[in-house]
Antibody, heavy 119, light 107 residues
Framework: QVQLKETGPDLVQLTQTLSITCTVS????????VHWVRQPPGKGLEWMGA???????DYNSAFKSRLSISRDTSKSQVFLKMNSLQTDDTAKYFC?????????????WGQGASVTVSS | DIQMTQSPASLSASLGETVSIECLAS??????LAWYQQKPGKSPQLLIY???RLQDGVPSRFSGSGSGTQYSLKISGMQPEDEGDYFC?????????FGSGTKLEIK
C-alpha cells in the first residue's frame, strides 16, 4: 500500500527555518519521484519542487534560494527545508509521489502538514 | 511560468446533471494536463492525466479532453460524492502550475 506522511512543526517563528519530513512506504524513492506542494488556507495549490528518483532536484524559482529538498533512501524519507519564513508561508505542505508518463503526474499524496508562521 | 486559467470559479449542479470545468493554458502544454479533486481537509486525488487518461479506480463518469491550450473535465451525471474542489495541473514546463480551482456543489 502506497503511503506518504509529512511530519513537522505546527508553528514556526518569523524569519526562522521550516523543516518537514516526508516518510514513504509501499514504493522506493529510487523508482519514483517525490514532489512538495503547498496550499495556503482557503487558497490554491503551488508546486514547490521535486526530488527525482535519480537523486537530482528541481525547484520553483519563486522560492529562490530559500528552499532545499534532500532525501535519505535508507530511511525512505524526503526532506523539505525552507528558510527566512514569512507570514505568507503559512500553509499546508504536501509531499506527493509522481510517475513518468512522458511528463510527471502526482498520483499519491500525503495528508499534509499544516504550518503557521507566527510573529 | 505557464498560467492556467480555470473556469468557472464555482458551480452548482443537480444530481444527474452533466458538468464541465475548463482550463486554459497561456501556451501549448502538449496534453500534459492532469485533473484533481480535493475534499475539505483532504489531499488532492488524481482523476485524469495526459488530458484524457482515467486514473485507476476513478469512476467512468469522469472524462477529460482537450489539446494545445484548452482542456476540460466533464462529469457525466453529478453524484453527491462529487462535491468538492477541482484543480487542473500542467506538467509541460517547470515550474508545474495549477489552475485556481473550481468549487463544485450540489444544487
Amino acid at each position: 500500500q502506497v503511503q506518504l506522511k509529512e511530519t513537522g512543526p505546527d508553528l514556526v517563528q518569523l524569519t526562522q527555518t521550516l523543516s518537514i519530513t516526508c516518510t514513504v512506504s509501499g514504493f522506493s524513492l529510487t523508482t519514483y519521484n517525490v514532489h512538495w506542494v503547498r496550499q495556503p488556507p482557503g487558497k490554491g495549490l503551488e508546486w514547490m519542487g521535486a526530488m527525482w528518483n535519480g537523486g537530482g532536484t528541481d525547484y520553483n524559482s519563486a522560492f529562490k534560494s530559500r528552499l532545499s529538498i534532500s532525501r535519505d533512501t535508507s530511511k525512505s524519507q524526503v526532506f523539505l527545508k525552507m528558510n527566512s519564513l514569512q507570514t505568507d508561508d503559512t500553509a499546508k505542505y504536501f509531499c506527493a509521489r509522481s510517475f513518468n508518463y512522458g511528463s510527471y503526474v502526482m498520483d499519491a499524496w500525503g495528508q499534509g502538514a499544516s504550518v503557521t508562521v507566527s510573529s | 511560468d505557464i498560467q492556467m486559467t480555470q473556469s468557472p470559479a464555482s458551480l452548482s449542479a443537480s444530481l444527474g446533471e452533466t458538468v464541465s470545468i475548463e482550463c486554459l493554458a497561456s501556451e501549448d502544454i502538449y496534453s500534459y494536463l492532469a485533473w484533481y479533486q480535493q475534499k475539505p481537509g483532504k489531499s488532492p486525488q488524481l482523476l485524469i492525466y495526459a488530458a484524457n487518461r482515467l486514473q485507476d479506480g476513478v469512476p467512468s463518469r469522469f472524462s477529460g479532453s482537450g489539446s494545445g491550450t484548452q482542456y476540460s473535465l466533464k462529469i457525466s451525471g453529478m453524484q453527491p460524492e462529487d462535491e468538492g474542489d477541482y484543480f487542473c495541473l500542467q506538467g509541460s514546463k517547470f515550474p508545474f502550475t495549477f489552475g485556481s480551482g473550481t468549487k463544485l456543489e450540489i444544487k
